[in-house]
């Protein structure tokens, strides 16, 4: 009974001092929309990198050249390392060397513009074999994909993407056109369907020549940028990953794994480091936040010791008439929390909505498969943490009202 | 058995110079008596007052309140008492402010540990009681001074306290608003029977009372029976 009294009080007096309370709470409100924004858009952008990373293959194994990147100066040596050879990729054929290998296809890439006609568009261009329509999934539209033979004569065929298709061609025919690239003819073989953003790589607006074309005359290139293998199942993958760092390091006489001149990339290893970025970056930035919540909190404690000094007459005359002191304390607290939680929850809201918003913009605007992600976990924990705000910093108030001597109260102006 | 019985209380006020505000004081209070207490400014009749409705405590001597010394009764039964036993009208009125009428006379039944559902009857009783049925749901800052005093004798009976204390509760009033407060206390004395401990400094008020309790400098100075009690004979106007 007690409770539901302090309780309708309690929202009495945070109505009767609407602009004063809601100033009041503005920390708390700050403090936990960010955390949920901070929780919502980091879940949401581990989700896309990760569903990204997934459209790789959970089979996919990709072998890169230099160190394994820890800063930008080691990513500049891995696009510029020419330590992946043609030899490296005989060897690791080798039933002998790489028993669960099922596909392998070196891989060279570069950016260049293309022209047909009057048109010109700058496009990526992936030196490949045939292997690749499997290892990517990738489905053709019109024509047909290259050929093993094609590859092996370096051949001047290109395969082209449906965005390319679109800016060179519009909507004339493709199949049998020449287009110029790198000074070099290709004959259009293929058109490739449409792939869409959702994976790490644009399809779209990318072309496949044959990688010995692609090194010999346009890039000027002997060795590869990447050499991509699939294993014979998810299961054989980490075997498959070692077998061919032992490979790869016979042939390149090395000792010490930490001298490596190449490095691995699985799917799962990806994933693996996404998700601990992410996590990490997320729960940083939910810390920082956080810090609102502190100096809400002593906003909260504040405004409490105000109101107990002007209700002083109030305690006063609520124990000459027979509360005790748990009654005052109580119901001072039920204010303090009552405020802090009002808080937390119009943060949720605000977090919710902003997250809900942003998430749309950004699939909308920037093109990303974006999806909101309503955080569960934050939503409780800032409500709890709001309350346990309000009562952490409503205490000392709600102690002083209590501990008040009824005389001196009723006696103060 | 006296309701009320304070032995040789003494009170000294120690904040930066030591301040006796009662010197040895000592009487007794039946079940039903009437009684003003009466003496100049600062002779200690609020002290006293406090000590009696358990809103302090004594330096020296004993109080027993139902011949049990508030000593042995811990902070929350004092709590109680105060609740249950005892009703307080002060001479500002103590009413909250942004509140009306009848949340300002339910206050008490909050602590009492009375179902709620019985709280909306005895708080329209009480407010019959005084005579303010037609101001129930007025805003408490928005009645006359009178009216005010009445709401809080209606809060301070409302839990059929066994003693109902009053300290100059005409003292902000004007003497008809007074008269009509005089009459209230006085009709809860005879016609419900509490007893009533009130202080004044005005002889007319004082003489509704059946007995008068003098103080000078903290000590009583003359404690004798009225002999021409003063009577309410009009009642209440509704
Ligand atoms: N809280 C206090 N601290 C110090 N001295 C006090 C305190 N309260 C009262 N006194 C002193 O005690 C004495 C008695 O005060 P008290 O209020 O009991 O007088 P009173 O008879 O009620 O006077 P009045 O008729 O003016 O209300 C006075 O000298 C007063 O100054
Ligand atoms: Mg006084």
Redesign the pocket.
């Known amino acids: 009974m007690i409770f539901k009294y302090n309780l309708k009080t309690a929202l009495r007096g945070l109505e009767a001092n609407k602009s004063r309370s809601s100033l009041t709470i503005l920390g708390i409100v700050i403090g936990i929309t960010a955390i949920m924004m901070v929780m919502s858009l980091g879940e949401g952008a581990q989700n896309l990198i990760l569903s990204q990373i997934q459209t790789i293959g959970s089979k996919t194994i990709a072998i890169l050249p230099g160190r394994q990147p820890k800063g930008i100066m080691d990513s500049l040596g891995t696009m510029f390392g020419d330590s992946l050879k043609e030899r490296d990729v005989e060897a690791l054929k080798k039933k002998s060397n790489v028993p669960n290998l099922a596909k392998i296809m070196p891989l060279v890439f570069g950016s260049a513009s293309a022209t047909y006609q009057n048109e010109s568009y700058r496009l990526t261009i992936f030196g490949v074999d045939d292997l690749v329509v499997k290892i990517y999934d990738l489905e053709i539209e019109n024509g047909d994909f290259f050929t093993g033979e094609d590859v092996k004569g370096r051949a001047d065929v290109v395969v082209i993407g449906s965005k390319v298709k679109e800016e060179l061609f519009g909507s004339s025919e493709a199949i049998g056109q020449k287009i110029k690239s790198k000074g070099r003819s290709l004959r259009v073989v293929g058109v490739l369907k449409k792939k869409g953003s959702g994976s790490m790589v644009n399809f779209d607006d990318a072309v496949f020549i044959p990688y010995s074309t692609a090194q010999q005359y346009l890039f000027g290139i002997k060795y590869y940028h990447r050499i991509i293998v699939e294993a014979d199942s998810e299961n054989n993958v980490s075997r498959t990953v070692e077998d061919i760092k032992i490979t790869l390091r016979n042939m390149h006489n090395i000792t010490d794994p930490e001298k490596d001149d190449f490095y691995i990339e699985t799917q799962e290893g990806m994933m693996s480091m996404v998700s601990t970025v992410t996590s990490a970056l997320t729960l940083f930035l939910a810390a920082v936040a956080a810090i609102s919540l502190l100096v809400g909190g002593v906003g909260i404690m504040n405004i409490m010791l105000v109101s107990v000094t002007e209700r002083t007459r109030e305690i006063g005359l609520r124990k000459a008439i027979g509360a005790t002191e748990k009654n005052i304390l109580t119901q001072f607290l039920l204010e303090a929390v009552l405020l802090t939680a009002t808080g937390g929850f119009i943060g949720i809201v605000l977090g919710a909505s902003l997250s809900f918003l942003t998430s749309l913009v950004l699939s909308k605007y920037a093109n990303l498969e974006w999806v909101f992600v309503f955080p569960v976990l934050a939503a409780f924990l800032g409500l709890g943490v709001s309350a346990a705000v309000g009562l952490v910093f409503g205490l000392y108030p709600a102690r002083k009202a209590a501990q008040k001597n009824p005389i001196?109260a009723l006696r103060y102006e | 058995m006296s309701l009320i019985e304070v032995k040789n209380l003494q009170k000294i006020?120690e904040?930066d110079v030591e301040?006796p505000?009662l010197n040895g004081v000592s009487f007794k209070v039946e079940k039903g008596e009437f009684i003003a207490i009466m003496?100049p400014?600062?002779?200690?009749?609020?002290?006293?007052l406090n000590i009696l409705g358990f809103l302090d405590k004594p330096t020296k001597g004993d109080y027993l309140f139902e011949n049990k010394s508030m000593n042995e009764y811990t902070n929350d039964e004092l709590a109680q008492i105060r609740n249950k036993k005892m009703g307080f009208i002060f001479q500002s009125f103590n009413l909250l402010p942004r509140t009306n009428v009848f949340e300002n006379v339910k206050l008490p039944l909050v602590y009492s540990g009375i179902e709620d559902n019985l709280w909306d009857e005895m708080v329209n009783k009480a407010i019959d009681a005084v005579g303010l049925s037609h101001r129930t749901v007025f805003e408490s800052t928005k009645l006359s001074g009178g009216e005010k005093q009445r709401v809080a004798i209606a809060r301070a009976l409302i839990l059929k306290p066994d003693v109902i204390f009053a300290d100059?509760p005409t003292g902000n009033l004007d003497s008809k608003s007074g008269q009509k407060i005089m009459e209230i206390i006085q009709r809860l004395n005879e016609e419900y029977g509490h007893t009533i401990i009130l202080?004044t400094?005005e002889t007319y008020t004082a003489e509704h009372a059946q007995r008068i309790i003098k103080i000078i400098d903290g000590a009583i100075e003359s404690d004798v029976k009225v002999e021409h009690q003063h009577h309410a004979t009009d009642h209440f106007e509704k």
Request: proline letters at 0%; hydrophobic letters at 20%.
């Open positions: 001196e | 006020y904040d301040t505000a003496g400014s600062g002779s200690g009749k609020s002290t006293l100059e202080i400094h």
